[in-house]
């Protein structure tokens, strides 16, 4: 068998792509954006290809066509070069396929057939969870997979720890968990790659990052949209099983892991399951004082009127569904104790806005204005998007001759789009695509994880419904419920906008 490789690399990445749900929104939006930007910048196998799978009963022209317009939508104009477009575009086949029946799969193995040499093929499931079990089984009875043929597939799975334990059984029948690849697309932001660079590769950083010197950790992902048209699903999901089950833990994990012996994938992944092993459950007491649902009223969004959540198309006006949650958590662990994690996570926001504030300790002995004390702690800002980058809040003498030792308060600053003007920032997804061809999977998710995050989040869950409370309510455009700014008042605190 003829191996292609990159230059100085043992990693392959000459594979197969076989893409289910090529007509989807993810895949419209994300996914095939990624690959030709992998593409543009020489990244893909010369012999690469790409098979689209979808249920629409359309032609090879029709489907390039509208991968075309696609493109043309989601990739810059500078960016879409001619010759770069074309080359892509000549990797593209498609395939219409009921995903439920066996029919049609053998088209896969027949399209596999046609390469001039032997390569892995990667599965991505661009397409609900429910599918995965399926389409796996009929690729293994078609005689597509062979010993290296790899899976993706998308969070969240399942809907509660029981669910994901069918799912991922379904899965693990067909494809060992070497090769199965979760993707949390956090996990392929630049940023979160610089927090694990930060963290372990700096000393100044790496002393400092406990307990003793960290006084407390929020971790804010706000989302400015609604629902989008999904009230459907998002009713039976809500904002904790559609985000905090994944894109918050895994953040929290980041943040809270102790150094792994390498960065190999599992020496990575062992020890965010200790962090997620480590998270202290939730009493009743601690859920009615530490936890805050809410769910969004008629308010603005950028001086436009914005309905409430039971006002949107297709509402059950009696939903008690949370489109919002603000937490205060632990890590119980020798590192974290006596540390509170304030999450927070909601739809129809001021912004979208994605971060994690550090905030260290002040020091123990004091001896500037009594008025400026409030200042006298550092901060480290860690921003996710909309802009990329990291800020180190640091205390100097304001500048004057009749300022004395007045303090003021100034960052440290990186931003990536700054710092590095000529570099384009890749999106998440060009990571994650490239880590799968090259057999990589420290940023995806161990089935271990899944299980952990899903049985702490089961749990809350459970006493929601024991509880039998609405969930309050806030006005679009908001940073959500009061109760959630009096949840980190009562601690002599505040969220970071507020200062």
Not at 184 to 192: A, F, M, S
Request: charged share 30%.
């Amino acid at each position: 068998m003829t191996q292609h490789t990159r230059s100085g690399s043992s990693e392959r990445t000459d594979i197969d792509l076989a893409l289910f749900g090529a007509l989807g929104d993810l895949s419209r939006r994300k996914l095939f954006p990624a690959l030709f930007h992998l593409d543009r910048e020489g990244l893909l196998d010369e012999d690469c290809r790409i098979l689209g799978l979808a249920r629409q009963d359309i032609s090879v022209d029709e489907f390039k066509a509208q991968i075309e317009g696609a493109l043309k939508k989601y990739v810059k104009p500078d960016e879409l070069v001619e010759v770069a477009l074309t080359r892509f575009m000549n990797r593209l086949s498609f395939l219409s396929v009921d995903f439920k029946t066996v029919d049609g799969y053998a088209g896969v193995r027949e399209w596999r057939e046609t390469a001039d040499h032997e390569r892995p093929l990667v599965v991505y499931l661009a397409v609900g969870a429910s599918l995965y079990g399926d389409i796996c089984r009929y690729l293994q009875e078609s005689g597509s997979l062979d010993e290296e043929s790899r899976v993706v597939v998308e969070k969240p799975i399942g809907y509660d720890l029981e669910s994901s334990k069918v799912i991922n059984d379904a899965i693990g029948e067909v494809f060992p968990e070497s090769r199965v690849y979760r993707i949390d697309h956090y996990l392929g932001k630049e940023t979160v790659q610089n927090l694990i660079a930060l963290r372990f590769a700096n000393p100044l950083f790496g002393t400092q990052w406990n307990q003793n010197h960290i006084s407390h950790v929020e971790v804010t992902v706000a989302e400015k949209v609604g629902i989008e048209g999904r009230w459907g699903y998002f009713d039976e999901a809500g904002q904790l099983r559609d985000m905090v089950q994944n894109h918050l833990l895994q953040l929290v994990c980041l943040i809270a892991m102790d150094p792994p012996a390498n960065l190999d994938a599992d020496a990575i992944r062992d020890e965010k399951v200790k962090v997620l092993k480590a998270l202290k459950p939730f009493t009743d007491d601690m859920i009615g004082r530490d936890v805050v649902r809410g769910q969004y009223t008629a308010g603005t969004s950028d001086g436009q009127s914005a309905p409430g959540y039971l006002e949107e198309d297709d509402a059950n006006v009696s939903s008690h569904t949370e489109t919002f949650v603000a937490m205060k958590t632990e890590v119980a662990n020798w590192r974290w104790a006596g540390v509170p994690f304030y999450l927070r996570t909601g739809k129809r926001m001021p912004e979208k806005l994605s971060q994690i504030i550090i905030h260290f300790r002040q020091q123990p002995h004091y001896i500037f204005d009594p008025d400026q004390r409030a200042l006298a702690a550092n901060k480290l800002i860690i921003r996710l998007q909309p802009d990329e980058g990291m800020r180190l809040e640091v205390l100097t003498k304001d500048s004057g001759l009749d300022k004395g030792m007045r303090l003021r308060r100034g960052p440290l600053q990186l931003d990536f789009n700054s710092a590095f003007p000529q570099v384009r920032i890749p999106d998440a997804y060009e990571r994650l695509l490239l880590e799968v061809m090259k057999g990589q999977q420290y940023l995806f998710v161990r089935r271990d994880e899944v299980e952990h995050a899903w049985k702490w989040c089961d749990d809350l869950i459970a006493a929601w419904k024991d509880r039998n409370e609405p969930p309050r309510r806030y006005p679009a455009g908001s940073w959500g419920p009061v109760a959630s700014i009096a949840m980190i008042t009562q601690d002599g605190r505040s969220w970071y906008e507020d200062y």
